[in-house]
């Protein structure tokens, strides 16, 4: 017996059978069908067996922002050896030149002995006739291009450097009919019910992989005696950066960087000793007029350190194991690997013994109770700890190390001013790269794309 189509279907099979692939786009065009119709009639036909859906990805890649630049004005060490083609000059007059790119320029060229350096001058030594890296950003200028399109050794160089290559992951979709699809006769009318047909497919309703993933770190950090803390999505620059160190003219706190609340002063923003002893941390060690104004501007928390650190500096605990968990707000271009909104999970331990020892214990018993074993730590910097080290996982799957977790002993120019006299362990990172280890997800934007497929073929974490 004949199968019964809805119109959609059959829009859609015609189309498909003039031009054989197309991709969801293409078929709204042809069939002047939206895409909500186009989706769900891709998914009916798939179910009938009719329809086959080929997914592929491709790295794109544009240049950022100091990649900009370098291809506008040049790469930094070629700027210099620009600079010195009218013969040798002194370091304090190239210095001055080139301002903050010539220690990054002047370490590339001496490696590569593109310059001479003495006590007293810097002179052109061999110079190729064209640097390594200049190629590539020719080739992509203020285009979009594919990485197969580059050679993967010339690039290798440029995406050690930050915010030179943007590499941006597009996934893209093909519709094709199957055999029997292409052989179906679509008559007007509509037909004799096929009573033998298939039963629409039910799928009982369940939590979002990533709430999973979420509610399984929570009751990790449950189990191993830590208390949960909850803070305003909404902080002032005081806790969000002030008191955790960070100088007013860092460029975390730009605009580019940071979501600001449009014309919203916070009226308090900690105590009088609070604020009077952070100021006096930032005039002594960073040597200028700390402005309270800045520290007034409300902004979208950019991590959850700043709940932690108000908490402690609130309640100044001789011991103490809490956590935060959390949505965090960056200003950033959305890609593969990094949103404008993700979740963050941050954990600090006060005690008077406590030890950078004890903090990588502790984190080897979280990655263990999560199912991730290889692990290592690796010496780093970050703004307000000291030592610090960054967690180094083994992502069997792609067959590397990959970053996950920051982590440290917060800096006494961070706990002095706050009252806060015992060592303090910190250690946090985004949930989504938990998640995508987990799932074995490459595009961390996969958890917000609402791909049905996806979401129902995803096991339970467990």
Not at 2 to 9: C, K, L, P, T
Not at 25 to 52: F, H, Y
């Amino acid at each position: 017996m004949s199968q019964v189509f809805h119109e959609i279907e059959k829009k859609i099979i015609t189309s498909l059978k003039e031009t054989s692939k197309q991709t969801p786009e293409n078929l709204e065009k042809s069939t002047n069908l939206s895409p909500d119709q186009i989706r769900r009639g891709i998914e009916w036909l798939k179910l009938k067996d009719l329809a086959i859906v080929a997914e592929s990805k491709t790295s794109l890649l544009s240049l950022g922002k100091n990649g900009i630049e370098a291809f506008e004005k040049g790469l930094p060490e070629r700027r210099l050896l620009d600079a010195l083609k009218d013969g040798p000059k002194k370091l304090a007059e190239l210095q001055k030149q080139l301002g903050p790119i010539f220690g990054p320029a002047m370490g590339l060229a001496r490696k590569n002995e593109w310059v001479e350096a003495s006590s007293e001058q810097i002179s052109l030594g061999k110079i190729p006739s064209e640097l390594p890296g200049e190629k590539i950003l020719k080739n992509i200028g203020t285009n979009k291009i594919s990485k197969d399109q580059i050679n993967e050794n010339e690039l290798s160089g440029l995406l050690k450097r930050p915010d030179f290559i943007v590499e941006e992951i597009v996934k893209t979709k093909e519709i094709s009919l199957t055999t029997s699809a292409k052989s179906i006769e679509l008559s007007e009318s509509s037909g004799a019910i096929d009573v033998e047909a298939k039963v629409p497919e039910v799928f009982v309703a369940r939590t979002h992989p990533l709430k999973d993933t979420i509610d399984e770190i929570r009751e990790i950090f449950v189990t191993l005696g830590f208390s949960e803390i909850i803070g305003n999505m909404t902080q002032s620059s005081f806790w969000n950066f002030d008191a955790l160190f960070t100088p007013q003219d860092h460029p975390a706190r730009e605009l580019q960087d940071t979501f600001y609340l449009d014309k919203i002063s916070a009226k308090k923003i900690g105590n009088p000793e609070q604020i009077k002893k952070v100021s006096e941390s930032h005039k002594k060690n960073w040597r200028y007029q700390w402005d309270i104004n800045e520290a007034r501007k409300m902004v979208l928390r950019t991590h959850t350190t700043c709940v932690t650190i108000k908490h402690l500096a609130e309640n100044k605990p001789d011991e103490a194991r809490v956590f935060s968990l959390g949505r965090v707000f960056r200003n950033e271009k959305v890609s593969y690997k990094h949103l404008v909104e993700f979740n963050q999970i941050e954990g600090v331990v006060v005690g008077k013994n406590a030890t950078l020892r004890d903090l990588m214990g502790i984190q080897r018993e979280f990655y263990k109770r999560i199912g991730i074993t290889k692990i290592k730590f690796w010496p780093t910097f970050f703004p307000y700890t000291e030592p610090s080290l960054q967690t180094m996982v083994y992502n069997d799957r792609l067959g590397k190390w990959v970053e996950l977790f920051g982590m440290g002993i917060f800096r006494p120019e961070v706990t002095k001013p706050l009252g806060i006299t015992k060592p303090v362990l910190a250690w946090g990172g985004g949930i989504e790269r938990i998640a995508m280890l987990k799932y074995g997800l490459d595009d961390v934007r996969e958890f917000y794309n609402n791909n049905l497929d996806w979401l129902r073929s995803a096991t339970k974490c467990q």
